[in-house]
């Protein structure tokens, strides 16, 4: 599941995907109701790509979460997030069993349902996770890092600037 241009908008409701960057902010279209809106940089997005869930070893990755929510509920819907806080809680211990249950509040549960269900209702849930590119630089990269690791660390030192002269 890739959720690169997927965007919460602090005080707006449902999420969006990003369409065009400007120069003052961007444009996003809603996904409830396909609207375009313009954003400007002073508003509060979060990419859900960006977003992750405590555990008690770490944090993981929303996309991670979402992925399970789609294979416990085979890529359909999953409960309402309108349910009592008790069934949530339930719900969310059955998809992350080592979920930090003092930093996660049922309102942090609320909000992964209802945009997972949102994301299902437009057919944005499938098995596809966010492939990792590999190309000619991340390739020169990863054997640059291989290289350097086997050799020696030796100190460079910079040239000396040379103060300028007073007339």
């Known amino acids: 599941m890739t959720l690169e241009k997927i965007l919460a908008i602090s005080g707006k409701p449902g999420l969006y995907?990003?369409?065009v960057q400007t120069?003052?902010?961007?444009?996003a279209e809603s996904l409830l109701d396909g609207k375009k809106i313009t954003v400007n940089l002073k508003s509060n997005v979060s990419l859900l790509s960006e977003i992750s869930i405590y555990t008690y070893e770490g944090e993981k990755p929303l996309a991670e979460i979402m992925?399970?929510?789609?294979?416990?509920e085979n890529k359909g819907p999953a409960i309402s997030h309108k349910e009592d806080n008790?069934?949530?809680t339930a719900y969310f211990k059955e998809i992350l069993p080592d979920y930090d249950e003092e930093r996660v509040y049922p309102s942090d549960i609320k909000k992964v349902l209802n945009w997972y269900n949102m994301l299902q209702a437009k057919g944005l849930v499938t098995?596809?996770?966010a492939p990792t590119v590999v190309t000619e630089e991340t390739q020169d990269k990863e054997e640059a890092d291989a290289?350097?690791?086997e050799a020696p660390v030796t100190e460079v030192k910079a040239p000396a600037k040379?103060?300028?002269?007073?007339k």
């Open 17 to 19: 995907v990003l369409k």
């Open 23 to 27: 120069r003052t902010g961007f444009v």
């Open 67 to 72: 992925q399970k929510i789609a294979d416990k």
């Open 86 to 88: 008790v069934k949530l």
């Open 127 to 129: 098995d596809e996770v």
């Open 147 to 149: 290289v350097a690791e």
């Open 162 to 166: 040379k103060a300028p002269v007073k």
